[in-house]
């Protein structure tokens, strides 16, 4: 394409009328005509820029001030203090009690199941206590078990014997009355019999002799009336000999059987302390810290040997402070987690909604727990224990109620500071 001359309009670039005075200027022309349209286009588009750059900016004005007053935008509540959990609290294994290490079986990340044995200790001096213990009680419970079967047979013998005194103080409490009647025949007999001797019919040899039985059959029912005393006397004290052999043999069974208490509670015991020497998992999850310790070291009651974290869903929980948590952070609110060593321009950030929030304070920060709605894991390997920045949206305002908040809070802080400092200034004074 053939270059423009330089005395050509447009050559240099400028306006139709411009352009056009300088090729005049150029060629040495009049330009009487020229020259006066040439400034009235410069003129006029000297006025028509200022108009253009009002306009430009009153449009301007307008959207910043419709998206001041009228668009409402998040407001979040952030936490530093974040990490990943599992539902399920980690549980720590510890050492209850002390001793020397005798199997040490945890290697970081490794799988176990609930009850696995982990670590044991050393328990032989617990273990011949034990065997020597269940020795004896093995001997004491034969003993028991024949005193216990004497008693049962000194007790049936105790019945027995009561039963067969009664029926022989029966029977001779019945020759006792047979014979007081008797004695009461020849008494009357001899009555009769002197009588009859006073009336001269029988001889005195007659009456004397029927005086003699009866002599004989008072003194055979006086008789009879001691045997019988004295055989229920015998019983008596033959049942007291009995009943105290009986007490005798229930006090050694009630001894051997304080004794076989005493060795169970031992034993009891000691296999609670062998049990204790055996470390079991007490989850089942994957063992996430595990202490230096090898087999023959020594460790105290207490001592911290791993950590392991429950299978299960993973749950943010982030501290953050009383004042800007307790009254704004409410369940079902959203929020986004950006987690630390993830940038978050590049693997994105967590979706979270928050499911419950703390009342107390501890430590001076509220727990706050948060499900997460967002799986990234294909992006992040997400696990527990990652730490990040957790951000809840707590309301949606105009920037201009957020100006307004703010300023409401700079003007609250010179009467909280005057308040505090009141009470001082009173004492002082």
Sequence with gaps: MPEAS???PGAWGLEPGASALVCSLLKGRAVSAPFAQSMRALS???????????????????AWLAWFFGVKVSVYEVSDASRLETERAA???????SGRIKVFDMRLNQDVE?????????????QRRLNEERTRLATLTPEIEALERVLKALERSIQDDRIATAVAIEGGKAKQREAETAARLASEEAARAQRLHESGAISAAEAERARARAEETRAAAQARALEADLESR?????????IARLEDLRRELATLEGRRATSLAIIAQLEHDIELRTIRAPVSGRIEDVAKYTAGAWVKEGDKLG??????????VAEMPPHTTIGRVRPGQNARVRLDGFPWTQYGTLGARVVSVASEPRQGHVRVELDVTQDLSGRIPLQHGMTGTTEIEVDRATPAELVLRA??????RPKAASAKSAPGVAGAT
Excluded: F, Y
């Design 44 to 62: 006029a588009d000297r006025a028509r820029s200022p108009r253009v750059g009002i306009l430009a900016v009153l449009l301007l004005l307008g």
């Design 234 to 242: 015998t019983q008596r004290t033959r049942e007291s000999q009995n």
């Design 407 to 412: 300023t409401g809070q700079l003007l609250e």
């Design 91 to 97: 549980h720590t294994v510890d050492a209850l009690v």
């Design 114 to 126: 609930k009850g696995d044995v982990l670590v044991v200790l050393d328990s032989e001096a617990e």
């Design 6 to 8: 330089p005395l050509e």
């Design 307 to 316: 950590v392991i974290v429950p299978r299960g869903e993973l749950r943010v």
